[in-house]
């Protein structure tokens, strides 16, 4: 489904907190959300997710997402946020079963099994299917909870820091994953992602926050420059092309620290 967000506008109580956000997200294509702390990206997330309500229009394939009914989204999207464990007595299969469940019947057919333990195959976490999920790490539990948004086939996948507890090998297999079954199923996903090489990596287009609006959006190569990595990070940075083609950055130092030195000369 094509995510088209036009002049999103929110506030906490008096205070804004977006700004006349203007971005589009493509079928097939993973669309990376990045900036600093408080820059607005989960808060806009969830705004997309009608988590919160905002002004401004939210629209799936031309339909603004305020005029859908509840287990409309629910069905449409899965939003995956950055801390999202129960505290409920569950084994690994039966919580990433929950997430297949759009609705409270507790009636499960063969299909819906067979996914489970796809899924859990795939992110490699089959072993995991009996354990308890008190008894996971933190690393393993954020595998789990990206089971739970894979296995309910959404049109629309939101991640908010996906891979924040997870070491680097895992990092990459699941953003792998992700990418695969975004192409596969033709999902429209949104990444929230403070790892700028592996969101350049994998996003097909990047929208830049900055206090709560957009600073910039478009294809990494063409975003990710040292400029925008000064002005959105306060970072000095040397921005270079892989031999894949793909923009990496290496930070060099913060600007603020650069500013100290020359005073002190």
């Known amino acids: ?12 109580g008096s205070k804004p907190v977006l700004e006349g956000i203007e971005m589009q997200a493509m079928p097939g294509e993973i669309t990376a959300i990045i900036g ?11 705004c997309i997710a009608g988590l919160l309500k905002s002004d401004g229009k939210v629209m799936l394939d031309g339909r603004e997402v305020r005029s859908f009914r509840r287990d409309e989204i629910t069905e449409y999207m899965s ?10 007595v569950l084994t690994v299969f039966e919580a990433v079963l929950l997430g297949r469940l759009h609705s409270l019947s507790w009636r499960v057919d063969d299909c819906a099994l067979t996914l489970v333990s796809d899924v859990l195959e795939d992110l490699e976490i089959g072993d995991l299917a009996t354990r308890y999920l008190n008894e996971l790490s933190g690393g393993q539990k954020q595998m789990v909870s990206i089971a739970q948004s894979l296995v309910r086939e959404p049109k629309v996948l939101l991640m908010d820091e996906p891979t924040s507890s997870l070491d680097l090998q895992h990092q990459l297999e699941v953003i792998d994953l992700i990418r695969d079954v975004t192409v596969e199923r033709g999902i429209t996903t949104l990444i929230a992602l403070h790892d700028l090489n592996l969101a350049a990596r994998y996003a097909d287009r990047f929208v830049v926050m900055h206090n709560g609006s957009v600073y910039a959006s478009g294809e990494p190569v063409s975003v990710l420059t040292s400029e925008t990595v000064r002005h959105i990070y306060g970072v000095n940075a040397t921005v270079y092309t892989d031999s894949d083609g793909i923009p990496q950055i ?13 005073r002190s000369r």
């Open 79 to 88: 939003y995956l946020p950055q801390e999202s464990f129960s505290r409920a």
């Open 250 to 262: 290496t930070p060099r130092s913060s600007v603020r620290k650069r500013a100290r030195r020359n």
């Open 1 to 12: 489904m094509r995510l088209e967000i036009e002049d999103l506008r929110f506030k906490y």
């Open 36 to 46: 600093p702390n408080a820059a607005g990206k989960t808060t806009l997330l969830k």
